[in-house]
């Protein structure tokens, strides 16, 4: 199963954007690249997935490197309620099999 | 996505006692997955419960002391037997509703062990 590696905490001033890295190094070409987030005494939530090409939704962006091996979340605006951890999740093929590492304590400054 | 609601949200338990949790979910999904996080840490998988078929188990974990259920495509159940006060953590149910491997959680149960 492929390692993710993030920083342990990040820290962003409200409405300035944030990116936040994730390596994978030893990253299958079958690999899909997912960001959940988890809020205080919430369960993990969903932000973001891909696979090769950058993507976009209405929480975030995803830009991936040429070479697959690390990952950027994208915030585009901070805001308080994004504080939260983030993880980098690469669920081996067919398996669905989610592996959480520490992931990225994020913290918002207003 | 989906509404995923587990019972209870906390309990504070005796030590040798099991407590059963439960997680419900508003649609029908085949893939559900228990999951525990100790106090501080991330997020540990326990097993995969499928419907129709005997839960998987991840290595540290045994069927003994986490007995789950898989009755419907709706619902299952968590047994945590025999507590010590080591079992003390949030256990979180999450389904895969698109089978593309993106998961919804529920909000947990915090389970203190006394």
């Known amino acids: 199963d492929a390692k993710t590696t993030q920083p342990n905490s990040m820290e962003s001033n409200e409405e300035e954007p944030v990116h936040l890295p994730c390596n994978h190094s030893?990253?299958?070409?079958?690999?899909?690249i997912h960001w959940y987030r988890q809020l205080p005494s919430q369960g993990p939530e969903y932000v973001i997935h891909?696979?090769?090409s950058n993507v976009n939704n209405r929480m975030a962006s995803l830009a991936i490197a040429e070479d697959r091996k690390s990952s950027t979340l994208i915030l585009h605006r901070a805001t308080l309620r994004d504080a939260a951890v983030y993880y980098c999740?690469?669920?081996?093929?067919?398996?669905?099999?989610?592996?959480f590492g520490t992931g990225t304590r994020l913290k918002v400054l207003a | 996505s989906a509404v995923i609601s587990q019972k209870p949200s906390r309990d504070i338990c005796q030590r040798g006692t099991s407590l059963t949790i439960q997680c419900q979910v508003d649609?029908?999904?085949?893939?559900m997955f228990w999951y525990r996080q100790q106090p501080g840490q991330s997020l540990t998988l326990i097993a995969t419960?499928?419907?129709?078929?005997?839960?998987?188990?991840e290595s540290g974990f045994v069927i003994d002391k986490f007995p789950i259920s898989r009755p419907n495509l709706t619902f299952s159940t968590l047994t945590v037997s025999n507590m010590s006060p080591e079992d003390s953590s949030i256990y979180l149910c999450?389904?895969?509703?698109?089978?593309?491997?993106?998961?919804?959680f529920g909000a947990g149960t915090r389970l203190s062990v006394l």
């Open positions: 419960a499928n419907q129709g078929s005997e839960a998987t188990y």
């Open positions: 649609s029908q999904v085949t893939m």
């Open positions: 999450s389904v895969d509703l698109t089978a593309m491997g993106i998961q919804y």
């Open positions: 891909g696979l090769t």
């Open positions: 030893t990253i299958s070409g079958t690999d899909y």
């Open positions: 999740i690469l669920p081996p093929f067919g398996t669905y099999k989610y592996i």
